[in-house]
């Protein structure tokens, strides 16, 4: 059963069009994690939730912000898309492994294309 | 500045050999390690961890190996099945952060 669920997979949107990207998981888990890879690239964090409380990355763009309306919902507003923001868009919570050392849990991811 | 590096972009081996895969790291703050797996249109897949107290982790086909001294981990897959072909990250925490801070990754094909 999928633990953390994005929606959608794929998202198309225009340059400077705001794009809104879901997250959602059905654990409660209090720590939920934000994370944009570029093709080619190490996955970056850009943010997280612990509770409501926010952690932004020091070097992540203004253009970039989220909402946490419940435990379980997790959102990524884009404002003014530009086409560097073109990535995948990973949604991960925090897991603990089978033996009990800790490990993030990532949904399937959203590719967003910026025309 | 890159933290965590995956200097080999890709890997090709024969299925049932040996495949490793290798990471270097800079931050000596980094305490501990892990490594995935993603296939094209998936997210990251959990594999294996290690803690910097302990130098070696196995678990079924997969031995990861922690060498804190050079900053280098390397991830063995015996034997390699086609399954298996895939990008592997690498990625690193240091102390309480919950921050992973990943390499670029591997791609490994194991091939017939």
């Known amino acids: 059963d999928a633990m953390v669920i994005q929606n959608p997979r794929y998202q198309v949107t225009q340059f400077g069009k705001p794009v809104t990207l879901s997250c959602s998981q059905t654990?409660?888990?209090?720590?939920m994690y934000w994370y944009q890879q570029k093709s080619s690239q190490a996955p970056k964090l850009l943010f997280h939730y612990y509770d409501k409380d926010f952690n932004n990355e020091a070097d992540t763009p203004d253009n970039f912000q989220s909402r946490r309306p419940n435990t379980s919902f997790c959102f990524l507003d884009i404002r003014s898309p530009g086409l560097g923001d073109a990535a995948m868009y990973l949604c991960a919570i925090d897991r603990l492994a089978g033996d009990g050392t800790d490990t993030q849990y990532f949904g399937p991811g959203t590719r967003l294309t910026v025309l | 500045d890159q933290q965590v590096k995956q200097n080999s972009p890709s890997l090709s081996v024969q299925e049932g050999r040996i495949s490793i895969l290798n990471c270097d790291y800079t931050?000596?703050?980094?305490?501990?390690f892990l490594w995935y797996k993603k296939y094209p249109a998936e997210g990251p897949t959990f594999l294996i961890s290690?803690?910097?107290?302990?130098d070696k982790n196995e678990d079924g086909r997969f031995t990861v190996f922690l060498n804190k001294s050079a900053k280098h981990l390397s991830l063995h897959i015996v034997p390699s099945q086609p399954g298996d072909s895939a990008v592997y990250f690498c990625a690193a925490i240091a102390g309480t952060a919950s921050k992973l801070t990943f390499g670029t990754g591997t791609r490994l094909q194991v091939t017939l």
């Open positions: 931050n000596s703050m980094f305490d501990y």
């Open positions: 654990l409660n888990h209090n720590v």
């Open positions: 290690i803690s910097s107290i302990k």
